[in-house]
């Protein structure tokens, strides 16, 4: 039988089916109102509920599986099976039931029929009728279970053995595995999320074609929760496990209504949108083809290159990425100067996946590096040390997913050196905008720089771009003393100006009303005056040089002058050249004083400044702008749309894990500047004004005020989006409040590990230091694993610590708490435990650091393990 699904799980539009029962009992065995003496509910509404699920599935293509009229319920199990068998590429299973555990042998989930008896056959039974035939044609299926009870079908033990890729049967249900369901929430959730996605209230980036099986899940959670705060009795959704790294992006449950191929990975002009998916995230390629083509101010897409200047430090650097000269080069200057631009051109001419799609950007250029295919690139704006090496790994090679434990200098090195003698180019992008910079150029960088093979050879080339900082100054030093430090901030004032003068003409040359005869004059006086105001041929009295990059300030002012009234005069081109701004937040300011301009157009930016990694989805900058704004409640999220439509200039969208378009303000520099002067307005001016000093503690409680509330006043973090698992330890950190995020033992299970771990050095209080000790405790062992999972290890760790109380609220939801626990030989101090699996560890050698030298213990048994 043929049918859309490709290898690997993956479908295109194939056959869809939804089977959908909403099981009332037999009005033979109720009659009056429900009962109160512990009896079933009639569940009178259930038909209903199940018919509007079945109608919200109709509109993502999904035809109603035949009713086989009435009395439907006993005939439920071969249905069901007909519907598997049918030859359906996606089935959806709705049900809408009473739920009953069998009180002997498996303890399996059944369906209670219209008379008030179990279905003969579990839940399990039809988990398994899809996952113990895998060559039988069975469809991908989604149960969505209404019934009490119903999380025991989403977390069967050998269900969750399966690998990810593997697993054709998926499960969303109303309820944790021992816990009741009430009034139809999860039906009703359902219906209204997909419903918001039809309508766009909901969306996932036009690029992807589906919507995330997870980001349903987690808005249904959502609207669960809601109805929990408003309705009473707590209940929470239940969904099939994976380990936390896993994607799900895959499953074609639910086409995205927006999907049209165009979003940021798409939108690039002449470049096989194939190419995306062969390139490492933290490559971050539209960031290089952006800067390379010099065309982001006007939202062109980089058909064609606009890069101009530079010639010497293009032919040094074209040189060494063939394979001169010494083995480290760093580019800086700076902000807006052009680092990014430069590596961008060499990025796209080298990287083999971009060289052939992207010719435009470069070939037009005298010196331009060979393709090579021993590259490697980062760009580390936002990115943690870990996010940068496990991207160089996995373009070196490694299968990040395989290594639990993550990538060092000595496993990149070992990729480095796997099979071919020419050295491996590393290229790092934006160093100084990483997250904790210092620590990559100490941890990372210098020690693969000075890496050598036997013969003496480096092991990799390093190309690095970043601004001045004390923290890299091994760095600059070590480029300095071997000749390969470009500071592009020594340049002669002629070339500049003369390059300025051709990028603006060139920026003004397609598309615009200069680019005709009757306006060729008026263009030509703008980019000749643009250029000498911004790179004068001698500083006049008085002023300051331009603090910022040349190019990056005239490629804004361009764009505002393309927005403004047509010149018409050469006079009057000039006159507007010399009022330019002398610097990004200047330019900001003009677009926001500019007549029309969107009332939250300052406050989106401003909360944009704070996003962390690759940007900020719509949600949480509702939540953060209205702080900056009306100071009352999230921003209305049709206003944000708006504003981040109308601030398009000045922001950089990627896609999240789960569908959803981020987006970040598109340099640096303009983020520190709305950090320490934050825009504020909207339709009503602020009325507490967040200043710089408590900004990040503001931003971090609008952060927490995006998860939703519980009954019991905590937080329900699997409803949290996942920027907010990711990111909340970050923000915490910035507002000097992780003490306070570590006291949150839903967030210890649900939030990112490796940022979680990242901040458990910053714990001050007593708890908050046992707190850490216990998550460092087995680190290395609930790193990968679900949240269910770590909750239960976190547990067992806090009663290692002596800490039952704490263990009893870690664990709580999974219905077990241990009050003891052997292997109490834990230490507070620990900070990491290192792990030998070759067993070829056999001591430890310790170093001072500002004077401390930390302890360390050896254990003896074998894998070898060192804790520090």
């Given at each position: 039988?043929?049918?859309?699904?490709?290898?690997?799980?993956?479908?295109?539009?194939?056959?869809?089916?939804?089977?959908?029962?909403?099981?009332?009992?037999?009005?033979v065995?109720?009659?009056?109102?429900?009962?109160?003496?512990?009896?079933?509910?009639?569940l009178d509404?259930?038909?209903?509920?199940?018919?509007?699920?079945?109608?919200?599935?109709?509109?993502?293509?999904?035809?109603?599986?035949?009713?086989g009229?009435?009395?439907?319920?006993?005939?439920?199990?071969?249905?069901?099976?007909?519907?598997?068998?049918?030859?359906?590429?996606?089935?959806?299973?709705?049900?809408a039931?009473?739920?009953?555990?069998?009180r002997?042998?498996?303890?399996?989930?059944?369906?209670?029929?219209?008379?008030?008896?179990?279905?003969?056959?579990?839940?399990?039974?039809?988990?398994?009728?899809?996952e113990?035939?895998?060559?039988?044609?069975?469809?991908l299926?989604?149960?969505?279970?209404?019934?009490?009870?119903?999380?025991?079908?989403?977390?069967?033990?050998?269900?969750?053995?399966?690998?990810?890729?593997?697993?054709?049967a998926?499960?969303?249900?109303?309820?944790?595995?021992?816990?009741?369901?009430f009034?139809?929430?999860?039906?009703?959730?359902?219906?209204?999320?997909?419903?918001r996605?039809?309508?766009?209230t909901?969306?996932?980036?036009?690029?992807?074609?589906?919507?995330?099986?997870?980001?349903?899940?987690?808005?249904?959670s959502?609207?669960?929760?809601?109805?929990?705060?408003?309705?009473?009795?707590?209940?929470?959704?239940?969904?099939?496990?994976?380990?936390?790294?896993?994607?799900?992006?895959?499953?074609?449950?639910?086409p995205?209504?927006?999907?049209?191929?165009r979003?940021?990975?798409?939108?690039?002009?002449?470049?096989?949108?194939?190419?995306?998916?062969?390139?490492?995230?933290g490559?971050?390629?539209r960031?290089f083809?952006?800067?390379?083509?010099?065309?982001?101010?006007?939202?062109?897409?980089?058909?064609?290159?606009?890069?101009?200047?530079?010639?010497a430090?293009?032919?040094d650097?074209?040189?060494?990425?063939?394979?001169?000269?010494?083995?480290?080069?760093?580019v800086?200057?700076?902000?807006?100067?052009?680092?990014?631009?430069?590596?961008?051109?060499?990025?796209?001419?080298?990287?083999?996946?971009?060289?052939?799609?992207?010719?435009?950007?470069?070939?037009?250029?005298?010196?331009?590096p060979?393709?090579?295919?021993?590259?490697?690139?980062?760009?580390?704006?936002?990115?943690?040390?870990?996010?940068?090496?496990?991207?160089?790994?996995?373009?070196?090679?490694?299968?990040v997913?395989?290594?639990?434990?993550?990538?060092?200098?000595?496993?990149l090195?070992?990729?480095?050196?796997?099979?071919?003698?020419?050295?491996?180019?590393?290229?790092?992008?934006?160093?100084?905008?990483?997250?904790?910079?210092?620590?990559?150029v100490?941890?990372?960088?210098?020690?693969l720089?000075?890496?050598?093979?036997?013969?003496?050879?480096?092991?990799?080339?390093?190309?690095?771009?970043?601004?001045?900082?004390?923290?890299?100054?091994?760095?600059l030093?070590?480029?300095?003393?071997?000749?390969?430090?470009?500071?592009?901030?020594?340049?002669?004032?002629d070339?500049?100006?003369?390059?300025?003068?051709?990028?603006?003409g060139?920026?003004?040359?397609?598309?615009?009303?200069?680019?005709?005869?009757?306006?060729?004059?008026?263009?030509?006086?703008?980019?000749?005056?643009?250029?000498?105001?911004?790179?004068?041929?001698?500083?006049?009295?008085?002023?300051?040089?331009?603090?910022?990059?040349?190019?990056?300030?005239?490629?804004?002012?361009?764009?505002?002058?393309?927005?403004?009234?047509?010149?018409?005069?050469?006079?009057?081109?000039?006159?507007?050249?010399?009022?330019?701004?002398?610097?990004?937040?200047?330019?900001?300011?003009l677009?926001?004083?500019?007549?029309?301009?969107?009332?939250?157009?300052?406050?989106?930016?401003?909360?944009?400044?704070?996003?962390?990694?690759?940007?900020?989805?719509?949600?949480?900058?509702?939540?953060?702008a209205?702080?900056?704004?009306?100071?009352?409640?999230?921003?209305?999220?049709?206003?944000?749309?708006?504003?981040?439509?109308?601030g398009?200039?000045?922001?950089?969208?990627?896609?999240?894990?789960?569908?959803?378009?981020?987006?970040?303000?598109?340099?640096?520099g303009?983020?520190?500047?709305?950090?320490?002067?934050?825009?504020?307005?909207g339709?009503?001016?602020?009325?507490?004004?967040?200043?710089?000093?408590?900004?990040?503690?503001?931003?971090?409680?609008?952060?927490?005020?995006?998860?939703?509330?519980?009954?019991?006043?905590g937080?329900?973090?699997?409803?949290?989006?996942?920027?907010?698992?990711?990111?909340?330890?970050?923000?915490?950190?910035?507002?000097?409040?992780?003490?306070?995020?570590?006291?949150?033992?839903?967030f210890?299970?649900?939030?990112?590990?490796?940022?979680?771990?990242?901040?458990?050095?910053?714990?001050?209080?007593?708890?908050a230091?046992?707190?850490?000790?216990?998550?460092?405790?087995?680190?290395?062992?609930?790193?990968?694993?679900?949240?269910?999972?770590r909750?239960?290890?976190?547990a067992?760790?806090?009663?290692?610590?002596?800490?039952?109380?704490?263990?009893e609220?870690?664990?709580?939801?999974?219905?077990?708490?241990?009050?003891?626990?052997?292997?109490r030989?834990?230490?507070?101090?620990?900070?990491?435990?290192?792990h030998?699996?070759?067993?070829?560890?056999?001591?430890?050698?310790?170093a001072?650091v500002n004077?401390?030298?930390p302890?360390?213990?050896?254990?003896?048994t074998?894998?070898?393990?060192?804790?520090?």
């Amino acid at each position: 039988m043929e049918t859309g699904l490709q290898e690997g799980n993956n479908a295109t539009d194939g056959t869809r089916v939804v089977l959908a029962a909403g099981v009332s009992l037999d009005p033979v065995r109720h009659e009056g109102p429900p009962p109160l003496d512990g009896g079933l509910d009639p569940l009178d509404e259930a038909p209903e509920h199940s018919a509007a699920v079945a109608e919200a599935l109709a509109a993502f293509g999904y035809r109603a599986w035949p009713s086989g009229g009435d009395g439907e319920a006993p005939e439920l199990p071969e249905r069901l099976r007909a519907a598997v068998k049918s030859g359906a590429d996606i089935l959806v299973v709705h049900i809408a039931a009473h739920g009953l555990l069998a009180r002997a042998g498996s303890g399996g989930l059944y369906v209670v029929g219209s008379d008030g008896e179990a279905v003969d056959e579990a839940v399990d039974q039809w988990i398994s009728l899809i996952e113990d035939h895998p060559r039988a044609d069975r469809p991908l299926t989604l149960f969505l279970l209404d019934l009490c009870y119903s999380g025991t079908s989403a977390v069967l033990p050998w269900h969750q053995r399966l690998e990810t890729g593997e697993r054709r049967a998926w499960v969303i249900a109303a309820s944790g595995p021992d816990e009741p369901a009430f009034d139809f929430r999860l039906s009703r959730a359902i219906a209204m999320v997909l419903r918001r996605y039809q309508e766009a209230t909901l969306r996932v980036d036009p690029s992807q074609r589906f919507i995330p099986l997870p980001a349903v899940a987690r808005e249904i959670s959502r609207v669960v929760a809601e109805m929990n705060l408003t309705d009473g009795m707590d209940q929470r959704v239940t969904t099939s496990r994976v380990p936390f790294a896993d994607q799900l992006d895959h499953l074609p449950f639910f086409p995205n209504p927006l999907y049209g191929g165009r979003g940021p990975r798409e939108q690039m002009a002449g470049l096989d949108e194939g190419t995306f998916p062969l390139l490492d995230e933290g490559l971050d390629v539209r960031h290089f083809l952006l800067r390379a083509a010099g065309s982001e101010a006007l939202s062109q897409m980089p058909g064609r290159g606009y890069f101009h200047g530079r010639e010497a430090e293009l032919a040094d650097l074209s040189e060494w990425c063939n394979g001169g000269g010494g083995p480290l080069r760093v580019v800086t200057g700076k902000p807006g100067v052009g680092k990014s631009a430069l590596l961008g051109v060499l990025v796209c001419a080298a990287h083999p996946a971009l060289r052939a799609r992207a010719p435009g950007l470069w070939w037009r250029l005298r010196h331009t590096p060979a393709a090579n295919d021993r590259l490697a690139v980062v760009h580390a704006r936002r990115r943690s040390l870990t996010e940068i090496a496990e991207s160089l790994a996995r373009q070196m090679g490694g299968d990040v997913s395989r290594s639990a434990k993550g990538w060092g200098v000595e496993q990149l090195l070992a990729l480095a050196q796997d099979g071919a003698a020419r050295p491996f180019t590393l290229v790092v992008d934006a160093l100084d905008e990483a997250e904790r910079p210092s620590d990559v150029v100490f941890a990372l960088l210098m020690p693969l720089l000075n890496a050598r093979t036997l013969d003496g050879w480096p092991v990799v080339r390093l190309l690095v771009g970043a601004r001045r900082e004390p923290g890299f100054a091994p760095l600059l030093e070590a480029a300095r003393k071997a000749g390969g430090l470009i500071d592009l901030d020594v340049a002669d004032s002629d070339g500049v100006r003369a390059s300025l003068r051709h990028y603006i003409g060139d920026l003004l040359a397609v598309d615009t009303p200069y680019a005709v005869v009757d306006g060729a004059a008026v263009g030509a006086a703008f980019a000749e005056s643009l250029a000498d105001e911004l790179m004068p041929a001698r500083q006049p009295d008085g002023r300051q040089p331009l603090g910022w990059g040349e190019f990056l300030v005239a490629g804004m002012y361009v764009r505002h002058m393309l927005d403004s009234p047509v010149v018409t005069d050469t006079n009057d081109a000039r006159r507007v050249a010399r009022e330019v701004p002398r610097d990004l937040p200047g330019l900001l300011d003009l677009e926001l004083r500019r007549p029309g301009s969107h009332p939250w157009l300052g406050p989106v930016l401003t909360a944009l400044a704070w996003a962390e990694g690759m940007g900020m989805p719509e949600r949480i900058v509702a939540h953060v702008a209205g702080v900056f704004g009306t100071g009352v409640g999230p921003a209305p999220l049709e206003d944000v749309r708006e504003a981040l439509d109308a601030g398009r200039f000045f922001l950089r969208q990627a896609v999240e894990t789960d569908g959803n378009t981020l987006y970040r303000l598109f340099h640096e520099g303009l983020a520190e500047h709305l950090r320490a002067r934050p825009r504020q307005g909207g339709p009503q001016q602020a009325q507490a004004a967040a200043t710089s000093t408590h900004a990040a503690a503001v931003v971090l409680r609008s952060l927490l005020d995006s998860v939703p509330a519980s009954p019991d006043g905590g937080r329900v973090w699997e409803a949290a989006d996942p920027y907010a698992l990711r990111h909340a330890a970050g923000h915490a950190l910035a507002s000097d409040s992780v003490d306070s995020l570590l006291n949150d033992m839903e967030f210890l299970a649900h939030g990112d590990p490796a940022s979680v771990d990242a901040v458990l050095s910053s714990a001050r209080s007593d708890w908050a230091r046992l707190v850490a000790a216990v998550y460092r405790a087995s680190y290395e062992v609930h790193r990968p694993l679900t949240a269910y999972q770590r909750r239960q290890i976190l547990a067992v760790d806090a009663a290692r610590h002596a800490e039952p109380a704490m263990g009893e609220r870690l664990a709580r939801p999974s219905g077990w708490a241990p009050v003891w626990a052997t292997g109490r030989g834990v230490a507070l101090a620990l900070l990491n435990t290192l792990h030998d699996a070759s067993g070829r560890l056999t001591g430890v050698a310790s170093a001072s650091v500002n004077g401390y030298l930390p302890p360390s213990r050896r254990a003896g048994t074998r894998p070898r393990r060192c804790g520090i």
